[in-house]
């Protein structure tokens, strides 16, 4: 049986984004962290996009009103391929 806490059933749902980066061939360990992402490993330049893309991604939503926890599945992925195709331009 699976014990339940009196605060378990108050606490707010909380969503994260994480990003890893798999293509560190220079054996520097990258690790950051925000207000509702982690990102770690990558190269240089693949941590700095996922950077770019995690802090794009809170602005676009705070512009709208919404956080990480309000956005449905399918409105995040629409805001991310928003951001990435702005990125890669």
Same mark, same amino acid.
């Given at each position: 049986?699976?014990?339940?806490?009196?605060?378990? !059933?108050?606490?707010?749902?909380? =969503?994260?984004?994480?990003?890893?980066?798999?293509? &560190?061939?220079?054996?520097?360990?990258?690790?950051?962290?925000?207000? &509702?992402?982690? $990102?770690?490993?990558?190269?240089?330049?693949?941590?700095?996009?996922?950077?770019?893309? =995690?802090?794009?991604? &809170?602005?676009?939503?705070?512009?709208?009103?919404?956080?990480?926890?309000?956005? !449905?599945?399918?409105?995040?992925?629409?805001? $991310?391929?928003?951001?990435?195709?702005?990125?890669?331009?």
């Amino acid at each position: 049986m699976k014990r339940v806490r009196p605060t378990d !059933s108050k606490q707010k749902p909380r =969503a994260h984004m994480l990003g890893v980066g798999l293509d &560190n061939t220079d054996g520097d360990k990258r690790l950051t962290r925000g207000e &509702n992402y982690t $990102l770690v490993g990558g190269c240089e330049e693949t941590h700095a996009v996922m950077q770019e893309t =995690a802090i794009k991604v &809170n602005e676009t939503l705070k512009r709208k009103g919404k956080t990480l926890e309000e956005t !449905s599945p399918e409105e995040f992925r629409d805001v $991310l391929f928003d951001v990435v195709d702005k990125i890669r331009r």
